[in-house]
Every structure is written in structure tokens, then in C-alpha cells.
């Protein structure tokens, strides 16, 4: 290839690149209004069934519409709180327990890594 055609080469090559570039990006612009089954507006059929649904929802999670906790929700803390206050208790009795044992060997026997083995005669 000569020199003085080179120059004419690479202007069209660079005018094809811009050309298809152009093109390009006019494809892959995204549309104004994208296609959507989503409607905006419902219709007041729509809408009484999205809050039966919703209704229902909260029902089954125990929560009104609003998402304020219902009676269902406070019934099943206050269980909840019940018996974890009970194994709490239950716990602190047993550790009583176990202080006192502890103390009535330690009264008996002494502490129990303070064993000294009887000397040999």
C-alpha cells in the first residue's frame, strides 16, 4: 500500500467505526414507554382484591393491615416472655443448689483442689 492512499484508508475505516457506532447506540437506547403488565391505575376490582390479599396476609402473620402487632402476635410474646422467665428462674434455683452443695464439701472435705495425699509411713 503507498502512502498517499494510507491517510484515505484510515478516514474510511474511521468513518465506518463512527457510522456503526452511531447505529449501535440508537438500538440499544432504551424505549420511552418499556412494555410492562404493571398497570399504574388499578382498576377498584384490582384494588379490593390486593387488600382482601393483604388482609389475609397479616391475618396469617398475626399483624393488622397497618403492621401493628394484633392480639395473636402479643399472646405469643407474652408466652414467649413467660417461659424464658421461668428457666431463668429455674436456672438461679439450680446454681442455689449447687452453692450450697459446694459448701457442704467443702465444710466436709475441704476445697476440692486443696487434696493432700496421707504421708507413706
Not at 484510515?10 to 465506518?16: E, K, P
Not at 431463668?88 to 459448701?103: F, I
Request: hydrophobic share 30%; glycine share 4%.
Amino acid at each position: 500500500m503507498k502512502f498517499k492512499t494510507l491517510p484515505f484508508a484510515l478516514a474510511a475505516v474511521t468513518a465506518l467505526a463512527c457510522a456503526a457506532g452511531s447505529v449501535r447506540a440508537q438500538q440499544t437506547s432504551p424505549p420511552s414507554s418499556p412494555p410492562s403488565d404493571y398497570h399504574t391505575n388499578p382498576t377498584p376490582e384490582e384494588m379490593t382484591q390486593t387488600k382482601a390479599l393483604n388482609e389475609k396476609q397479616s391475618a396469617q402473620r398475626g399483624v393488622t393491615a397497618t403492621g401493628e402487632p394484633a392480639t395473636a402476635v402479643d399472646a405469643h410474646y407474652q408466652d414467649v416472655q413467660q417461659k424464658y422467665q421461668q428457666a431463668l428462674h429455674a436456672n438461679e434455683e439450680q446454681h442455689r443448689l449447687y452453692e450450697q452443695q459446694m459448701e457442704e464439701y467443702e465444710r466436709k472435705y475441704g476445697h476440692p483442689g486443696s487434696y493432700v495425699p496421707p504421708a507413706k509411713n
